[in-house]
């Protein structure tokens, strides 16, 4: 019965995660700099799950694997006297879509949420068990 709560646990540690990396992406949609003042655009990050816990060996429950960097191009904006455009006066900006950031805003929010509920519901059972045994 404390697998199940392991397991929504799991699902509220990967979903909160992901949620750091959206609102990562969100605050870096403009960052055209590096840390140390270079042009470098921000590069959109994902959140990648697996299966299990590789650190106790369960094969329930799920895990950030990794914090990937998308792969897709840079947003190119036409900006001939911009400092960082190249020899055709584009610019490239991070490849951030505020949009698509909110509805896996969202989407996560929904997951944390549903995971909350089964380790509700898993306690009242719990309690239930207790209470018929006692």
Not at 8 to 36: C, F, K, P, W, Y
Not at 41 to 48: D, I, S
Not at 89 to 101: F, Q, R, S
Request: charged share 20%.
């Amino acid at each position: 019965m404390f697998g199940a709560l392991d397991i929504s646990t799991s699902g509220l540690v990967a979903q909160r995660t992901r949620m750091d990396t959206i609102a990562e992406n969100m605050a870096n949609q403009h960052s055209t700099m590096d840390a140390n003042g270079n042009y470098a655009p921000f590069r959109r990050r994902l959140a990648v799950f697996s299966p299990g816990d590789p650190a106790t060996g369960n094969d329930m429950g799920v895990h950030v694997r990794e914090i990937m960097h998308d792969p897709a191009p840079f947003r190119k904006v036409h900006e001939p006297g911009h400092p960082h455009a190249d020899e055709q006066g584009y610019v490239e900006y991070p490849n951030v879509d505020p949009m698509m950031e909110m509805v896996n805003a969202i989407e996560a929010t929904r997951a944390y949420e549903a995971n909350i509920t089964a380790a509700e519901a898993t306690k009242a059972m719990i309690d239930s068990a207790l209470r018929l045994l006692g």
